[in-house]
């Protein structure tokens, strides 16, 4: 069984989240004796040679909405390498060379390029997996309303969206997404749709390193966040965060900010104005590294998922739970996590005023301490066992013995 999986970043080092769940999907893949290769149209203003292979492409705005409308690069991936001939004879000529037993689509966006590919008869006998990272047209919509994109262009690029998705629960041979929310809005598109899901997961602990200025933070004392430049990780913060003060923390480091929210939350209105006060209680770690990370998380007291808006599961939930640390989140952040939101150390928070009140009655407050019975239900939160209990694989092999059997007949 063979799967050649596109998507719209590379995973060669997988950073944020998409990358690092495609990843998971490929070793899941391999432990089952799966073949799996992944390729993709990428942003090379965002990646840098290093951080791509061969089998990865650059992308070029066709025009038009793709280059009017902000945040939707990857939607426009599919459309430019199914309109431009370098592209297309580029991911023809790999389809043709591995001969796959499965085209595997992570996230919507590059079905234009399959579907030409579909109509042209490269794909003939082969089978159709989407994998949904989220549901995606309602959060475009959300994503360019918070940026103050034009109503109309907003109307148009949700539209689009939903159709791509709408055409992938009509025809995928096989869809599995994060959460059973995302699954009901497929079965809304397709009734006889039958979404698998396979929520998001965590890395087993690994090497940790602390990272420079990390002696300023006192162990088990502070609080630990990390999130992309993605603007919902950056609104989130704000609003449940900073919305109201920093002054109620003392004056020592009480925050570490990681990832690439760092510079969106430096400079927001929220916290510009009070930069130098903030600065005695906050660091700001852009770039990461995952063994600095890890420290960073292994010696926190507390984990902030202040995530207000998005689909799907979040990683960083993950993550949180399996850390063994108190956990403030919101109930977006627990989306797909649901069955842990009565757990012990985990404060779910409907306002940010209570989140606010959380974050301080767990500076003020006890360390967390786990059983070990505690410890060993949050060992099913790695991605190995959410990958491995979910019967992925056994779906998608099944996939090829479909095949097989319709070329024997």
Known sequence: MKVLSLGTYPIRLPVHGGQRRTTQIGLCYERAGIQYLYASV???TTYSPEKVTERDYPYSSIGGIYSDVPFIEDMGSGAFAASQSGPYRHFRSLIESFQPDAIQIEQPFMWPLVRKLREEGVLTGTALI?????FEAPL????????????????RVEAMALDIETELA???????CVSAADAQSYRGLNPACKPLVVRNGSERPGKA??????????????LYFVGSAYPPNIQGFEKYVLSGG??????????AICGGASDGIYQSGLY????????????????????????????????LLPIGAGGGSNLKTAEALSSGK????????????????GDAGVIVATSPREFQQAMLDVVYGKPLSLTARQRTQREGLFWDRVFDDSGLADRVHALGTVKAEGEAA
Do not use: C
């Open 130 to 134: 989407y994998s949904s990272h989220n």
């Open 326 to 341: 108190w956990v403030v989140a919101t109930s977006v952040a627990m989306r797909s996590f649901e069955d842990h939101q």
């Open 246 to 255: 920093l002054y109620g923390f003392p004056p020592e480091k009480m925050f």
């Open 272 to 303: 510009m104005p009070h930069a130098e006060a903030y600065g005695d209680r906050t660091h700001f770690f852009p770039h990461p590294s995952d063994a600095e990370l890890s420290w960073l998380r292994e010696n926190a007291k507390g984990i």
């Open 140 to 155: 475009k919509r959300d994503i360019l309303e918070g940026v103050g994109v034009d109503r109309k262009l907003v109307n």
């Open 170 to 176: 009509e025809q995928a041979d096989l869809l599995f």
């Open 209 to 222: 390193k602390r990272p420079p200025h990390g002696a300023a933070f006192k162990p088990n004392e502070y």
């Open 42 to 44: 990428y942003s090379a």
